[in-house]
């Protein structure tokens, strides 16, 4: 399984970015995304999910009223859609994947055997 992530950028405050994360080499047909991300010196936080049989998502309380998780099924390809961003926004955007379905915490890593390399978002 691979997972590559793609989208991030430098933007300015206020501004918005959709991140995406190509899937490929997966056998199952519904597995659980997340996206977290990591600020320099800051620990690594889950901001939200989507399992791809149902469509069901969930965001950490932080995030939701900014981040849209979405997902294109044909395409194998689940979305971070980040609007307003603000410069606490910065890190490193990294996407995770498992077969099995979501965790009912969205921080939970520990869920996620497969990760990208993630994509820089700088947002100042």
């Known amino acids: 399984v691979q997972l590559v992530e793609s989208g991030g950028g430098s933007v300015q405050a206020g501004g918005s970015l959709r991140l995406s994360c190509a899937a490929s080499?997966?056998?199952?047909?519904?597995?659980?995304m997340g996206w977290f991300r990591q600020a320099p010196g800051k620990e690594r936080e889950g901001v939200a999910t989507?399992?791809?049989?149902?469509?069901?998502?969930d965001y950490t309380d932080s995030v939701k009223e900014r981040f849209t998780i979405s997902r294109d099924g044909a395409k194998k390809v689940v979305y971070l859609q980040i609007d307003s961003l603000k410069p606490e926004d910065t890190a490193m955007y990294s996407c995770?994947?498992?077969?099995?379905?979501?965790?009912?915490?969205?921080?939970?890593?520990?869920?996620?055997?497969?990760w990208g390399q993630g994509t820089q978002v700088t947002v100042s």
């Open positions: 995770a994947a498992e077969s099995t379905p979501c965790s009912y915490d969205v921080r939970d890593a520990n869920q996620y055997k497969h």
């Open positions: 080499g997966y056998t199952y047909s519904s597995y659980c």
């Open positions: 989507i399992y791809t049989g149902t469509g069901s998502t």
